[in-house]
């Protein structure tokens, strides 16, 4: 608790005095399937947002050895949902993405989003198609599907992913609220 804590004055610091092209994490949760985070974002021009950035994880190569370090090579392929300007616009966003899982399946949408170039900046507005899908076992997932170069991705978000970052986020903001905008 104490670790999460320090992280998360450190991070309130931070997003107060954001050097620009550095993205500030939020919020992060992941799977075997993908990496998820809420984070902020100032480009050189001095704007300021809120992204949710979905990555897609494909693991590549791997070894695995006992007399040798341990090896994997892994290609990410991530877009990142405009959230909007303000802490506020962010929430409404979430909430608006969070309301697509009572939507009929098939249902789509289109986001504003940026890709991450190879640097880990963010490249220019693109946008990025959500489909409403049915779970094999039961329920629903978000499918988002964008352009990664001449070809596109696809990453997958499930509700309680949504809403654990949602939650962190939400917490983030009670434990430091002068440092949102």
């Given at each position: 608790?104490?670790?999460?804590?320090?992280?998360?004055?450190?991070?309130?610091?931070?997003?107060?005095?954001?050097p620009a092209g550095i993205r500030m994490e939020i919020a992060e949760a992941e799977t075997d399937r993908g990496?998820?985070?809420?984070?902020?974002?100032?480009?050189?021009?001095?704007?300021?947002?809120?992204?949710?950035?979905?990555?897609?994880?494909?693991?590549?190569?791997?070894?695995?050895?006992?007399?040798?370090?341990?090896?994997?090579?892994?290609?990410?392929?991530?877009?990142?949902?405009?959230?909007?300007?303000?802490?506020?616009?962010?929430?409404?966003?979430?909430?608006?993405?969070?309301?697509?899982?009572?939507?009929?399946?098939?249902?789509?949408?289109?986001?504003?989003?940026?890709?991450?170039?190879?640097?880990?900046?963010?490249?220019?507005?693109?946008?990025?198609?959500?489909?409403?899908?049915?779970?094999?076992?039961?329920?629903?997932?978000?499918?988002?599907?964008?352009?990664?170069?001449?070809?596109?991705?696809?990453?997958?978000?499930?509700?309680?992913?949504?809403?654990?970052?949602?939650?962190?986020?939400?917490?983030?903001?009670?434990?430091?609220?002068k440092q949102y905008r």
């Amino acid at each position: 608790m104490v670790v999460a804590a320090m992280m998360a004055t450190l991070n309130a610091q931070a997003q107060k005095e954001q050097p620009a092209g550095i993205r500030m994490e939020i919020a992060e949760a992941e799977t075997d399937r993908g990496e998820y985070s809420i984070f902020t974002y100032k480009d050189n021009d001095g704007t300021f947002g809120y992204y949710l950035g979905l990555g897609r994880v494909t693991h590549l190569l791997g070894a695995i050895r006992d007399d040798i370090v341990d090896m994997a090579f892994d290609s990410i392929k991530e877009t990142c949902i405009c959230l909007g300007a303000t802490a506020d616009e962010a929430f409404t966003t979430i909430d608006d993405i969070l309301a697509l899982y009572d939507r009929n399946v098939d249902t789509t949408v289109e986001f504003r989003s940026r890709a991450v170039n190879g640097s880990g900046r963010l490249g220019d507005v693109t946008m990025t198609i959500c489909v409403v899908q049915k779970k094999l076992l039961g329920g629903k997932r978000l499918q988002f599907l964008f352009p990664v170069g001449q070809h596109h991705a696809e990453a997958f978000l499930g509700k309680s992913k949504l809403k654990e970052l949602r939650t962190n986020f939400k917490i983030d903001r009670k434990l430091h609220p002068k440092q949102y905008r």
